[in-house]
T-cell receptor
Framework: DGGITQSPKYLFRKEGQNVTLSCEQNLNHDAMYWYRQDPGQGLRLIYYSQIVNDFQKGDIAEGYSVSREKKESFPLTVTSAQKNPTAFYLC??????????????FGDGTRLSIL | GENVEQHPSTLSVQEGDSAVIKCTYSDSASNYFPWYKQELGKRPQLIIDIRSNVGEKKDQRIAVTLNKTAKHFSLHITETQPEDSAVYFCAASGRGKLIFGQGTTLQVKP
């Protein structure tokens, strides 16, 4: 069954701690994205990657880092520099075509809270 | 910068009535406009999308219209049902990414 898998579903972070959210897809998509969703707000882009070993900052990249070593995987690290990390984090992927945006498919999300 | 404004933020309709959600985008280069439905605590799911070479697209009870000149696009849901209750997001494409609106919480009263 093809899809996007995010883990864990719930995550708690202590002060000064870095935590990593996992995102794996078996859709053979080139592009992957990380969004942050706060209550009553839309999706804000943190980082995105159009191809392996390359990624770009989104609108709210400060305090976050990513890597894209494999096509299937795009982990997000929430660093201690992110002072307000409590949110719902969504990963998405899509086919990447030059000059043609494609539908993004989302994972089930990870809910991150501060202890 | 690129921006998408979505209205209204909340919408309550009676079952069987129609619902309309409107979005305005700022980037004239945007050429792809998807709509997502998100139920509480779940993933956003694509329900319909439209590209800039088309003015209207329909899929059963759902339709989307696009006015490129005015940079407006709208979602129309007819014969609403309680299971249509959810948060709906519009988005506009911009340089390999999507810019999302703030979302509309739709409540369909039985």
């Amino acid at each position: 069954d093809g899809g996007i898998t995010q883990s864990p579903k719930y995550l708690f972070r202590k002060e000064g701690q870095n935590v990593t959210l996992s995102c794996e897809q078996n859709l053979n998509h080139d592009a992957m994205y990380w969004y942050r969703q706060d209550p009553g707000q839309g999706l804000r882009l943190i980082y995105y990657s159009q191809i392996v070993n390359d990624f770009q900052k989104g609108d709210i990249a400060e305090g976050y880092s990513v890597s894209r070593e494999k096509k299937e995987s795009f982990p997000l690290t929430v660093t201690s520099a992110q002072k307000n990390p409590t949110a719902f984090y969504l990963c998405a992927s899509s086919i990447a075509r030059p000059n043609s945006n494609q539908p993004q498919h989302f994972g089930d999300g990870t809910r991150l809270s501060i202890l | 910068g690129e921006n998408v404004e979505q209205h209204p933020s909340t919408l309550s309709v009676q079952e069987g009535d129609s619902a309309v959600i409107k979005c305005t985008y700022s980037d004239s280069a945007s050429n792809y406009f998807p709509w997502y439905k998100q139920e509480l605590g779940k993933r956003p799911q694509l329900i319909i999308d439209i590209r800039s070479n088309v003015g209207e697209k329909k899929d059963q009870r759902i339709a989307v219209t696009l006015n490129k000149t005015a940079k407006h696009f709208s979602l129309h849901i007819t014969e609403t049902q309680p299971e249509d209750s959810a948060v709906y997001f519009c988005a506009a494409s911009g340089r390999g990414k999507l810019i999302f609106g703030q979302g509309t919480t739709l409540q369909v009263k039985p």
